[in-house]
């Protein structure tokens, strides 16, 4: 079953531009993990959230987790044509369960030059 | 290049042949995981190994599909009498032995069945 939800499901934007994409899941969480999937080739990871952070950086990444809220959003700052991707988010639950990352559907960004 | 490598990349099959789909993760890594990805949604789980220990499996994973990693090194996914909703990208990834630890995934295994 799928933990996250990211949203928008499409996101289409011009070169220069800032990307935001959200996620929202179900269950308490140990950390939160952001992957970058290039069309028809396996994940990359990009940044990983734990529970007891708010907020993230890595390079032109930004990712802020609310677990009150249970959600996360990733904002990619001066978006390139090479940022053009789809992004997950996934869920490690921890404890018993942190063998599982558990993946939302992903945001299929598009970047226009 | 020492990263998660999958063979083949790319496999079409006729329904009810068996299929064998071989990952080699990055080698001090403990942890292996298999996951299917179907287009338009995000990997899912399948099985993990420790080791040479498989620990967990998902329901999703029938009695058809079968994984071993034999002496903790690579592992292998069988899928037999292969059916047309098989048709997926099978993706491994490993990682170390620590919960929380970032996936290194392989390029993936695109699985078509005729």
């Known amino acids: 079953s799928q933990q996250g939800e990211e949203d928008p499901q499409a996101l289409s934007i011009q070169e220069g531009e800032n990307a935001t994409m959200n996620c929202s899941y179900k269950t308490s969480i140990n950390n939160l993990q952001w992957y970058r999937q290039n069309s028809g080739r396996g994940l990359v990871h990009l940044i990983l959230i734990r529970s007891n952070e708010r907020e993230k950086h890595s390079g032109r990444l930004r990712v802020t987790l609310d677990t009150s809220k249970k959600s996360s959003s990733l904002l990619i700052t001066a978006s390139r044509a090479a940022d053009t991707a789809s992004y997950f988010c996934?869920?490690?639950?921890?404890?018993?369960?942190?063998?599982?990352?558990?993946f939302g559907k992903g945001t299929l960004l598009t970047v226009n030059p | 290049d020492t990263g998660v490598s999958q063979d083949p990349r790319h496999k079409i099959t006729k329904r009810g042949q068996n299929v064998t789909f071989r990952c080699d993760p990055i080698?001090?890594?403990?942890?292996l995981y298999w996951y299917r990805q179907t287009l338009g949604q995000g990997p899912e789980f399948l099985t993990y190994f420790q080791n040479e220990a498989q620990l967990e499996k998902s329901r999703l994973l029938s009695d058809r599909f079968s994984a071993e990693r034999p002496k903790g090194s690579f592992s292998t996914l069988e899928i037999q009498r292969t059916e047309q909703g098989d048709s997926a990208m099978y993706l491994c990834?490993?990682?170390?032995?620590?919960?929380?630890?970032?996936?290194?995934f392989g390029p993936g295994t695109r699985l078509t069945v005729t």
């Open positions: 080698s001090e890594h403990n942890r």
């Open positions: 996934a869920t490690d639950a921890g404890g018993g369960s942190n063998y599982k990352l558990t």
């Open positions: 990834a490993s990682s170390l032995d620590t919960g929380g630890a970032v996936r290194y």
